[in-house]
């Protein structure tokens, strides 16, 4: 299909391993977002990309989170020495507006849980 | 700090019932205003967005929603739901002004519809 795809949609971590999160956007999309996602809330940013520049990662909540788009398509979110308080649904958002205000189109996400 | 408030954790209704779910935000410039769903086992997609012009918008499935600007509000109505409309519902703004269009969600309503 022509959607967002996420893998893994299931990952498992022990306390302390590092995961990284895959995200294919619709292609040529231009604007990419990571939000996160507890159990029973909505979603919450965690960070923008505009083609491969990152221009936005106020919501990256603590410096053990990295996210990258070197080529301006893929992007991988990353998390460091995971801790149980990430255990969360990731997902991945893109659209094709140049500053994401238009309609993001979101993929199933990837749910992580930290054990 | 920007917030999305969603008054109904969880609606029960009987099909053909009508269905309000309240959506209030605090930003006092100016927004565009998202309802997504979520069906069991699926992600996100878009039901209907507001950025400017007739208040009253349509969506998808019969769905509709009006934004009151001195309200602060942007209210989801359908007037006769389906046990198919089983979900979560979210809604969302991402405000103009700034280099892009991060959604802020609210924690997002479950409607469940017996047969």
């Known amino acids: 299909g022509a959607g967002v795809s996420q893998s893994p949609r299931y990952k498992v971590a022990k306390r302390g391993q590092d995961v990284a999160l895959r995200c294919d956007p619709i292609?040529?999309?231009?604007?990419l977002f990571w939000y996160q996602q507890a159990l029973g809330q909505g979603p919450e940013f965690l960070t923008y990309?505009?083609?491969?520049?990152?221009?936005?990662k106020s919501g990256l909540p603590s410096d053990r989170f990295f996210a990258e788009r070197p080529e301006g398509s893929v992007s991988t979110l990353k998390i460091q020495r995971t801790q149980q308080e990430d255990s969360a649904v990731y997902l991945c958002?893109?659209?094709?507006?140049?500053?994401?205000?238009?309609?993001?189109?979101f993929g199933p996400g990837t749910r992580l849980t930290v054990l | 700090a920007q917030s999305v408030s969603q008054h109904n954790h969880h609606v029960i209704l009987s099909e053909a019932a009508s269905l309000e779910l309240g959506c209030n935000y605090s930003?006092?410039?100016?927004?565009?205003l998202f309802w997504y769903v979520q069906y069991p086992g699926q992600h996100l997609q878009l039901l209907l967005k507001?950025?400017?012009?007739?208040?009253l918008v349509k969506g998808i499935k019969g769905f509709e929603a009006e934004f009151i600007k001195s309200k602060f509000s942007f209210n989801l109505r359908k007037p006769s739901v389906q046990w198919s409309d089983t979900a979560e519902y979210f809604c969302?703004?991402?405000?103009?002004?700034?280099?892009?269009?991060?959604?802020?969600f609210g924690k997002g309503t479950k409607l469940s519809v017996k047969p």
């Open positions: 958002a893109s659209s094709s507006s140049p500053t994401g205000r238009d309609t993001q189109y």
């Open positions: 292609s040529g999309h231009v604007s």
């Open positions: 990309f505009q083609n491969e520049a990152q221009l936005d």
């Open positions: 930003y006092g410039g100016t927004v565009n």
């Open positions: 507001y950025f400017s012009g007739d208040p």
């Open positions: 969302a703004v991402n405000k103009l002004g700034g280099s892009q269009g991060n959604l802020i």
